[in-house]
C-alpha cells in the first residue's frame, strides 16, 4: 500500500521547535521530490519547503527561511521538516507530499496532515 504518514506535530510555545517527519510506504522516496505545504484556517495551501530527487536542492518560502531545514533519510525512508523559532503565523496543518514526473506521467502522494499549533 502507497502511503505517506507524518508524525511530530504538537503545541509549542512561541519560539520553540518542533521536528515533523513523514515515512513513504510501498515506493522509494528517493526517487521522488519531496515537500512541505501547509494550510492554516481559512488559507489556501501553501508550499513550505522541498527538496529535490536529483541533487537534493532545497527551496524554502520566505515565510520560513532561516528557521526551517528540510532533510530526507534515504535508508529510513523518510523526510523530515526541522522547524526552529516558531511563530504563532506557523500554526497549520502540516501535508507531506512527494511528486515523480517520468515520460509524460506523473505520481503525486500526500499525507494525512499533522497538526502543529504555536501558542502561549
Known amino acids: 500500500q502507497v502511503q505517506l504518514v507524518e508524525s511530530g506535530g504538537g503545541l509549542v510555545q512561541p519560539g520553540g521547535s518542533l521536528r515533523l517527519s513523514c515515512a513513504a510506504s510501498?515506493?522509494?522516496?528517493?526517487?521522488?521530490?519531496k515537500g512541505w505545504f501547509r494550510q492554516a484556517p481559512g488559507k489556501e495551501r501553501e508550499g513550505v519547503s522541498c527538496?529535490?530527487?536529483?541533487?537534493?536542492?532545497?527551496y524554502y518560502s520566505d515565510s520560513v527561511k532561516g528557521r526551517f531545514t528540510i532533510s530526507r533519510d534515504n535508508a529510513k525512508n523518510t523526510v523530515s521538516l526541522q522547524m526552529n523559532s516558531l511563530k504563532p503565523e506557523d500554526t497549520a496543518v502540516y501535508y507531506c507530499?512527494?511528486?515523480?514526473?517520468?515520460?509524460?506521467?506523473?505520481?503525486?502522494?500526500w499525507g494525512q496532515g499533522t497538526q502543529v499549533t504555536v501558542s502561549s
Open positions: 510501498g515506493f522509494r522516496l528517493e526517487h521522488y521530490a
Open positions: 527538496i529535490s530527487d536529483s541533487d537534493d536542492s532545497t
Open positions: 507530499n512527494a511528486v515523480q514526473r517520468y515520460e509524460g506521467t506523473e505520481s503525486n502522494y
